[in-house]
């Protein structure tokens, strides 16, 4: 079983949907849950950083972290074609091992006009 | 503020031949910096990492090998190239936890 575990889809919605991704964890260390944002051939972009269970909120996005289920979503709001990508989820223990993320394998998304 | 910058971004080579890749990052001091690697279909996976100049830690046994001659500069090397050393390789760094990737370099290995 992998530590992480993300469906890779692909997820396919049209303009305004509002999008959900979805990841699941193993390892009860994790304390610290990420998701990024990839474009084709590009580097991942941070797009929210979150500590411990709860909902931060960031414009369009809104991460949740539940620890108890070990299941953490992301939710895009008012979809836009420019938020066709793929969406990958990273966690770490913290600590001197904060840098040391385990990812999910993606979830593509694809947001069509 | 910060930037980090990897080359060369793409790069062909024959098997059995030597690799090097490289990453500065700007604006910062001291950060912690990261190799990983993100193969066709598949997560990003740590390859290495290193919290100061000359200190490297390895994630996983490997054709590859990593230094860190600067503050802010890490490299990424191979002696001898292997077909499985194909890839997507990103340089990452983070001083407040947060992980921030660059553009990757993408080596396809013949």
């Known amino acids: 079983q992998k530590e992480v575990e993300q469906d890779p889809g692909p997820l396919s919605v049209p303009e305004g949907a509002i999008v959900s991704l979805n990841c699941t964890y193993s390892?009860?260390?994790?304390?610290?849950f990420m998701w990024y944002r990839q474009y084709s051939r590009k580097g991942p972009e941070l797009l929210m950083y979150?500590?411990?269970?709860g909902n931060k909120e960031d414009g369009r996005f809104t991460a949740q972290v539940d620890k108890s289920s070990k299941y953490i979503s992301l939710f895009i709001r008012d979809s836009q074609p420019s938020d066709s990508a793929t969406y990958l989820c990273?966690?770490?223990?913290?600590?001197?091992?904060?840098?040391?993320?385990?990812f999910g394998q993606g979830t593509i998304l694809t947001v069509h006009p | 503020s910060q930037t980090i910058h990897q080359w060369p971004a793409t790069l062909v080579q024959p098997v059995g031949s030597p690799l090097s890749l490289e990453c500065t990052v700007e604006?910062?001091?001291?950060?912690?910096l990261y190799w990983y690697r993100q193969a066709a279909g598949r997560g990003l996976q740590l390859l290495f990492y290193?919290?100061?100049?000359?200190?490297i830690s390895s994630e996983v046994p490997q054709n590859l090998s990593a230094s860190r001659p600067q503050d802010r500069q890490f490299i990424l090397s191979s002696k001898k190239l292997l077909l499985s050393d194909s890839g997507f390789y990103l340089c990452?760094?983070?001083?407040?936890?947060?992980?921030?990737f660059g553009e990757g370099s993408r080596l396809t290995v013949l």
């Open positions: 390892n009860s260390a994790f304390q610290y």
């Open positions: 604006g910062t001091s001291n950060p912690n």
């Open positions: 979150t500590y411990s269970s």
């Open positions: 990452a760094w983070s001083v407040t936890g947060e992980l921030f």
């Open positions: 290193s919290v100061g100049i000359g200190q």
């Open positions: 990273a966690m770490s223990a913290g600590g001197t091992s904060y840098g040391k993320l385990t």
